[in-house]
């Protein structure tokens, strides 16, 4: 059985797959349910809305809004 950490890594590694395409607005359907939860508890996605999720990262404070801005015209 896998370790959460490389559960995580699994998951990390799709989102990079996905940043590599050039996608900066990430629709539910690119991602898996399983990775797309796992990324959204530990701070990685950010829900825009529903069904679209921008990279985020997990130090940042609530109300931090520089994500959105990076990816803004990307979305």
Same mark, same amino acid.
């Given at each position: ?20 395409? !050039? ?19 530990? !701070? ?7 069904? +679209? ?9 609530? !109300?931090?809004?520089?994500? +959105?801005?990076?990816?803004? +015209? !990307?979305?």
């Amino acid at each position: 059985m896998a370790k959460p950490s490389e559960k995580l890594a699994n998951s990390l590694e799709a989102l990079k797959a996905l940043q590599g395409t !050039g996608a900066q607005a990430i629709r539910s359907a690119d991602l898996t349910r399983v990775h797309r939860e796992r990324l959204l508890k530990h !701070g990685f996605l950010q829900e825009i809305m529903k069904g +679209w999720y921008i990279p985020a990262r997990p130090d940042d404070t609530a !109300g931090e809004s520089t994500a +959105w801005y990076a990816s803004y +015209w !990307g979305f």
